[in-house]
């Protein structure tokens, strides 16, 4: 039974250039959450897809934004990137109907 | 403004002793808490507590949560070095579908 890939792994960028990350849900679940942990932080709510709509969003500036596919799976772009974008940036899966999230390993971003 | 508050930040064991991690929260409308071990990247789900379910176990691992105090409490009894990880936990709020991260413990277990 796959989990919730992530790609890619890691990522090093610089200022003011866009990034695109993606993530594919474990199989059998239709909502995917993104979120970013700072280095010694908790994870901080982005936003959540649902039948590929953005159904709730945390406290992030519109530079932040996502897509989900019909398969499922998501992307989270990231605008305009600033060196505190620097993060990793989880992806989370989970049925709709359920509020237990599986993780995926994460992207590691770096703005430089 | 909704939080969740983990302590102690961080926490220095040998192996055999009992730990207990402490989660804190002040939500407007409580729903669920979960529990999650991160060791490198993913963090991998343990528990989850509702109105209806309290108190759970599994292993060495357990938990409660006191909806009246508003907080929960991870214990690790007999702890082993492969213990050593951050423990999240993390509340939703009822009417939306946001999940509430604390900073996490850091938890390591010396041999």
């Known amino acids: 039974d796959a989990g919730v890939t992530q790609s890619p792994t890691h990522l090093i960028k610089t200022r003011g250039q866009q990034v695109t990350l993606r993530c594919s849900p474990k199989?059998?679940?239709?909502?995917v959450s993104w979120y970013q942990q700072a280095l010694g932080q908790g994870p901080q709510f982005i936003f959540q897809?649902?039948?590929?709509?953005?159904?709730q969003r945390g406290n992030f500036p519109d530079r932040f934004s996502g897509h989900q596919f019909p398969n499922y799976s998501s992307e989270l772009n990231v605008n305009a990137l600033l060196l505190g974008d620097s993060a990793l940036y989880l992806c989370?899966?989970?049925?709709?109907?359920?509020?237990?999230?599986?993780f995926g390993p994460g992207t590691r971003l770096l703005v430089l | 403004e909704d939080k969740v508050v983990q302590s102690p930040l961080s926490l220095v064991v040998h192996e055999g002793d009992t730990v207990t991690l402490n989660c804190s929260y002040e939500?407007?409308?409580?729903?669920?808490l979960l529990w999650y071990k991160q060791e490198k990247k993913a963090p991998t789900f343990l528990f989850m507590l509702t109105s209806s379910g309290i108190e759970k176990k599994s292993g060495r691992l357990s938990s409660i949560l006191d909806k009246k105090e508003l907080f929960s409490i991870l214990n690790i009894t007999a702890t082993q070095t492969g213990d050593s990880a951050v423990y999240l936990c993390a509340v939703v709020v009822s009417g939306t579908y946001k999940y509430i991260f604390g900073t996490g413990t850091r938890l390591k277990v010396l041999a």
């Open positions: 939500v407007t409308n409580f729903r669920s």
């Open positions: 989370a899966s989970s049925w709709a109907r359920q509020e237990t999230q599986y």
């Open positions: 199989s059998g679940h239709d909502t």
């Open positions: 897809y649902y039948e590929e709509e953005e159904r």
